[in-house]
């Protein structure tokens, strides 16, 4: 798992996932952390695996018109019924999982450690 502030200013979270669930739900979380081990949340995110393919997000607006440059350029993904694979992760796919948390700012709390975590959802097929 990756964590990238350089380009954007925002963190982006790039991670590569395979999964035995056909998709599954991402959640992600930024913590500043003491040398204790005391922790302070200071930003998490979100993503369904179905939704893992990026759009250009100038084309998303105004229904795909052109000449609207959206700043900052942060991955965005589909949201419509014809944009989501529910079988993302079939055949066993390693799929890059790529999504900006929610922007945050903290200054001089614990230290210059940091930690991201994140919690996988995996939806499994049910059978009658």
Do not use: C
């Not at 990026?54 to 609207?68: A, C, E, W």
């Not at 019924?81 to 900006?100: H, P, R």
């Not at 614990?110 to 059978?127: D, M």
């Amino acid at each position: 798992m990756k964590v990238d502030t350089e380009v954007t200013g925002y963190p982006i979270v790039d991670l590569y996932v395979s999964s035995t669930a056909d998709t599954g739900d991402f959640y992600f979380y930024l913590e500043d952390v003491d040398e204790n081990g005391e922790a302070l949340l200071v930003t998490e995110g979100q993503l369904n695996a179905s939704f893992a393919d990026l759009y250009d997000n100038d084309d998303m607006i105004l229904g795909g018109t052109k000449g609207i440059d959206v700043l900052p350029d942060l991955p965005w993904h589909g949201y419509e019924t014809s944009e989501k694979n529910d079988q993302v992760f079939a055949d066993g796919n390693i799929v890059e999982l790529k999504l900006d948390l929610m922007p945050a700012s903290i200054k001089n709390h614990f230290t210059n450690n940091t930690k991201i975590g994140g919690l996988l959802y995996e939806y499994r097929n049910k059978r009658n």
